[in-house]
């Protein structure tokens, strides 16, 4: 029960029926409640087991530094900016999909997706036409024909001959009613869920789509292949070739695939015969396939015959012409968890997640009270508000109605004929003729499922405390970020002036250790090496010795490596101190020479790091200075309250909840 007391606090408080007074702080004439910084507490602050008010103190001050930043930046109408509000409005449309659409029903759909996912379906099927908007009349005899057909298919007869002679698909000249191998995500949700459904040999009932009715036929159930990678070569022979040419292709595709088993390599043998220059130049490589994928049935059909990698198909026929193909690569269907973020993206990007959706706008009408007004478009289609143009496009509603009256109504909220006749502009596009009453009746259904959607997400700061909590922390770090970035951040780049004066009263933080300045040179023989080692004993940067050393070839001494660095910071540095054995305190330069290749280590005392050397890092120590500059100069200039009694009710609040 002490897990639920804030849950039930934050409840009664977002629906207006926690009487107490819960505010924690005021800046000036704004007031902030108790639950904000809990939520906030709960959700940034670390703390372990009993809270104290010692740690509600410590993320107190935090959260009134925090206000403040946010009040200013109100102050100034950082928020009433065009550009603030479509960003935010921007959140909140993506912040609101989790509570309009049932998240058990999207669990559902992903595991349903693997599950089918795991499967192969070849199925064929039989389509007789009809449009979502037609008349009952037409709907009847759509009904009727594909039960006809349904009846005789049960009974025996040739689903191949029914489908040629029924069905109103356009692939079904080529095809017969045999989509082939199919899986999940290739065909209308409705069409799979049936497929899936039905057991191989069997014909389903008839069912219906946006296309019209269908039945189907399961042919076969297979384990799913997952992808195949696969290269192929391929000689172009068209339907429309001559018997010649076509004899031309055949030979000229036997003759590699001869080649082929004789142990040729197929990479060369793409590169030179296959027609598909896109792939010849890649070995052949297509890629990777997919049971219902991009390929047409009879090369995908011998895609998946194939067994082992490397493996090398007969020769196939389409209607491009002749394929050979090899199997590169197998990778069967993953685990659950592997496939389930894109499963969801999948299924998010489907019609099939309507399916969330539908359940909320069913569960809300019974919240809301919702009734059927359905009755009041009537003259929609019974007056002939809508007639006939509307299917050119160029309907317009009679600009003599008044269309006053309330055609569907939400809680508080009215919608007139008014506003649906704009919203049903939406269907007045060119398209074939239908029956006018069921567009009308199918645009209202959608009119007013949109009512309920929109009117719900404008409402849901006040339905969840969480979603109102999100949208604030989005509205005040939004705000917070636009604020920070002109007070603090872009002002320590761009304020050249300021950040030298700050490295002036802070430079002598930083300072660099005993440094040691390396420098190598290769000497071309034992003579220039001996004289170069002198001169740096004597001078560091002796210039003038290489100089004269190169005078007559300008390989006799050449710079190697150099560098400038604490000891502990670079191997090249710490084995020159450790081969020279010079130390911190001898102030001193030390050379020595190794197989013709100079040394020179010079110890450098302990000096100021200049701004040029460490900007990145005082810019960041400026900005923290400019920041608490700032954060100090709001503490002036606005009047912060905080009530103490109500952070002793936090803490006692937040130790129950543990």
Same mark, same amino acid.
């Given at each position: 029960m002490k897990k639920t007391i804030l849950q039930i606090a934050l409840l009664l408080f977002g629906i207006g029926l926690y009487a107490q007074d819960r505010t924690?702080?005021?800046?000036?004439?704004?007031?902030?409640?108790?639950?904000?910084?809990?939520?906030?507490?709960n959700k940034n602050a670390n703390h372990n087991g009993k809270v104290t008010r010692k740690d509600v103190d410590e993320y107190m001050e935090l959260f009134v530094n925090f206000k403040?930043?946010?009040?200013?930046?109100?102050a100034q109408g950082l928020d009433t900016s065009r550009s603030f509000r479509q960003e935010i409005a921007g959140y909140r449309k993506q912040l609101a999909q989790p509570y309009l659409s049932d998240k058990s029903v999207e669990d559902?759909?992903?595991?349903?997706?693997?599950d089918r996912m795991c499967y192969d379906i070849d199925v064929s099927h039989i389509l007789i036409t009809v449009n979502n908007n037609a008349s009952p009349e037409d709907t009847l005899k759509a009904w009727n024909k594909i039960n006809e057909v349904y009846k005789r298919a049960v009974k025996g007869e040739s689903f191949s001959k029914l489908a040629d002679t029924y069905s109103q698909d356009p692939s079904v000249a080529k095809n017969h009613g045999d989509l082939g191998y199919c899986t999940v995500f290739g065909l209308v949700y409705d069409f799979e869920t049936v497929m899936y459904n039905t057991k191989p040999g069997e014909v389903s009932a008839p069912f219906r789509t946006r296309y019209g009715y269908h039945i189907l036929k399961v042919n076969d159930k297979r384990p799913s292949k997952g992808r195949y990678k696969v290269a192929h070569i391929m000689v172009v022979s068209p339907q429309d070739a001559t018997a010649e040419q076509k004899q031309e292709a055949k030979a000229t595709i036997e003759n590699v695939y001869a080649q082929l088993k004789n142990g040729a390599d197929f990479a060369e043998m793409a590169d030179k015969y296959s027609a598909d220059r896109?792939? =010849? +130049?890649?070995?052949?490589?297509?890629?990777?396939?997919?049971?219902?994928?991009?390929?047409?049935?009879?090369?995908?059909? =011998? +895609?998946f015959k194939l067994e082992k990698v490397g493996d090398i198909s007969d020769i196939v026929a389409t209607s491009y012409g002749y394929h050979i193909i090899k199997l590169l690569e197998k990778e069967p269907i993953k685990p659950f968890e592997e496939c389930k973020a894109d499963l969801k993206s999948k299924v998010s990007g489907n019609l099939r997640s309507y399916k969330g959706r539908d359940v909320v706008i069913a569960n809300l009408r019974k919240e809301y009270g919702i009734k059927d007004m359905s009755k009041t478009v009537a003259p929609f289609y019974k007056k002939k508000y809508v007639t006939d143009s509307i299917f050119n496009g160029t309907w317009k509603i009679d600009s003599t109605l008044k269309l006053n009256k309330v055609v569907f109504e939400i809680k508080d909220q009215k919608f007139t004929e008014k506003d649906f006749a704009k919203y049903f502009q939406k269907f007045n596009t060119k398209q074939p003729p239908v029956d006018i009453k069921m567009l009308v009746l199918n645009g209202y259904k959608q009119f007013c499922d949109k009512c309920i959607i929109e009117y719900e997400e404008k409402h849901l700061e006040e339905k969840y405390p969480s979603f109102k909590y999100l949208m604030k922390e989005y509205h005040d770090g939004i705000l917070?970020?636009?604020?920070?970035?002109?007070a603090v951040w872009n002002k320590a780049i761009a304020d050249s002036t300021g950040l030298e004066a700050y490295y002036e009263t802070v430079k002598d933080n930083y300072k660099w250790g005993y440094r040691y300045d390396v420098k190598t040179y290769k000497c071309k023989d034992a003579k220039s090496a001996t004289e170069l080692s002198k001169a740096l004993n004597a001078n560091f940067d002796d210039e003038t010795i290489v100089g004269k050393l190169n005078a007559k070839d300008s390989t006799t001494v050449v710079a190697g490596e150099s560098a400038l660095e604490e000891k502990g910071h670079s191997l090249f540095v710490d084995n020159a101190i450790r081969e020279s054995g010079i130390t911190e305190t001898s102030g001193q330069t030390k050379v020595f020479n190794k197989e013709n290749t100079v040394t020179a280590v010079k110890v450098i005392a302990p000096t100021t790091k200049q701004l040029s050397e460490i900007r990145g890092i005082v810019t960041a120590a400026y900005q923290d200075y400019l920041e608490k500059q700032w954060t100090e100069g709001l503490h002036k200039k606005y009047n912060v309250k905080i009530h103490e009694e109500m952070l002793d009710q936090i803490v006692k609040e937040l130790s129950e909840s543990k």
């Open positions: 924690l702080l005021e800046i000036d004439n704004e007031k902030i409640d108790a639950d904000e910084f809990i939520h906030i507490f403040l930043k946010v009040h200013e930046g109100q559902e759909l992903v595991r349903e997706a693997y896109r792939t =010849a +130049v890649k070995g052949g490589e297509l890629g990777w396939i997919n049971v219902g994928g991009r390929m047409i049935k009879e090369f995908e059909d =011998a +895609v917070l970020f636009a604020l920070t970035n002109e």
